[in-house]
């Protein structure tokens, strides 16, 4: 294995090029162009000689994503990355235009081994682990494009493909080099984790005491009706994952958002309704999605009607609830049906 430098942070990387029989602060110049000046060869390391050039090009090659495919909405300005790492793997992120700024979402894991029965990500099963270069790298690509139009990304949200708490180091370790002062410097306010529940993740990430905020993918009330769509709540039942989250807002002040993708017929009744705002109470904060229907399962959305008729109910009991809009619903929205979609028809390397 050569060294994955786009994962290394400060220390670590000055320690490693002491190692080789360089100069400590070599790290800090190559941080400072890998992160801030979002450099994808070490030629473009002008202020590094020649010689080391060469020889980090052969011994610690770039493993940065290599952007496959881009997709353009046509309704709206969201763009939709199809990214091949290093093995070959396929990963996608989404790029969205909103008031605030541009969001990305990126992806944490290739496949997903959760098997969500709504959700696309999950149908491969699980292949592995981003690196955290490799998350960073999904960022980068969306960035460099952005500064041609002068603008930049704002807003991350880890909502892809995976289940970031399973692959909780590197992404700790994304997180602080994305917020580094000699990287992008993006807050971490602006950082959102998507979990569907996984209770030791949730109580590490407490301890780690950063101020981004926790989505819990909630889906459903109830423990029953939970894991009738969520297999995970059988590992980790509803009462303890709330719990975690209550953790989580005590020792961070920030509140956790609960996401709920809406379901027809499943999760999309009045009593579904008061059952959600009873469990959650005043002032949490929910966000509706209406379902994306993706080919493979049998669920679709409901309504619009339906859908407003469930926020209404939880406004009224105190509950504060947004309906998200959907965002290039053109061009495959929904989590990991780009990379399935491209898979099954180009490569044949994602099957059921
Ligand atoms: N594993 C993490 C993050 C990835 S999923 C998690 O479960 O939160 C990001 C969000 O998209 C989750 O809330 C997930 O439940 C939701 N999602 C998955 N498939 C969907 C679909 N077909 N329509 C709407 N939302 C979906």
Not at 296 to 324: C, K, W, Y
Request: aromatic share 6%; with cysteine.
């Amino acid at each position: 294995m050569s060294l994955d430098v786009l994962s290394m942070e400060g220390e670590a990387l000055n320690a490693c090029l002491e190692e080789m029989g360089e100069k400590r602060f070599r790290g800090k110049q190559i941080i400072s162009w890998l992160h801030g000046a979002l450099a994808e060869d070490y030629d473009q390391m002008t202020n590094l000689s020649k010689a080391l050039r060469a020889r980090l090009s052969k011994e610690a090659p770039l493993m940065l994503p290599v952007k496959e495919r881009v997709f353009s909405s046509q309704i709206d300005e969201t763009q939709k990355y199809l990214f091949r790492l290093s093995d070959g793997q396929l990963v996608e992120s989404v790029l969205m235009k909103h008031s605030y700024g541009y969001s990305a979402c990126i992806s944490s894991q290739a496949g997903c081994a959760m098997g969500c029965r709504f959700c696309a990500s999950g149908i491969g099963g699980f292949v592995r682990d981003l690196t955290a270069g490799e998350m960073l790298g999904q960022v980068y690509a969306m960035q460099r494009d952005l500064f041609q139009r002068k603008e930049r990304v704002s807003h991350i949200v880890v909502m892809g493909t995976g289940e970031p708490l399973l692959n909780l180091d590197n992404l700790l370790a994304f997180i602080r080099i994305l917020s580094d002062e000699k990287g992008q410097r993006l807050s971490r306010r602006n950082m959102t984790v998507s979990t569907c529940g996984i209770v030791p993740g949730i109580e590490r990430l407490s301890q780690e005491g950063l101020p981004i905020t926790l989505a819990l993918s909630l889906h459903a009330a109830t423990q029953e009706k939970r894991k009738e769509i969520m297999p995970i709540a059988k590992k980790y039942p509803l009462e303890a994952v709330l719990a975690a989250c209550q953790t989580y807002f005590e020792r961070t002040g920030r509140r956790v958002t609960y996401e709920y993708a809406m379901m027809a017929g499943f999760n999309d009744s009045e009593k579904d309704a008061r059952r959600l705002a009873a469990l959650l109470g005043r002032g949490a904060h929910v966000n509706l999605i209406p379902l994306n229907a993706v080919k493979e399962h049998a669920l679709s959305a409901p309504s619009a009607f339906v859908l407003e008729r469930f926020a209404a109910i939880l406004r009224r009991e105190g509950v504060n609830a947004t309906i998200r809009r959907s965002l290039g619903a053109d061009i495959e929205g929904a989590c990991g049906q780009l990379r399935r979609k491209y898979a099954d028809d180009t490569y044949g390397t994602v099957r059921t």
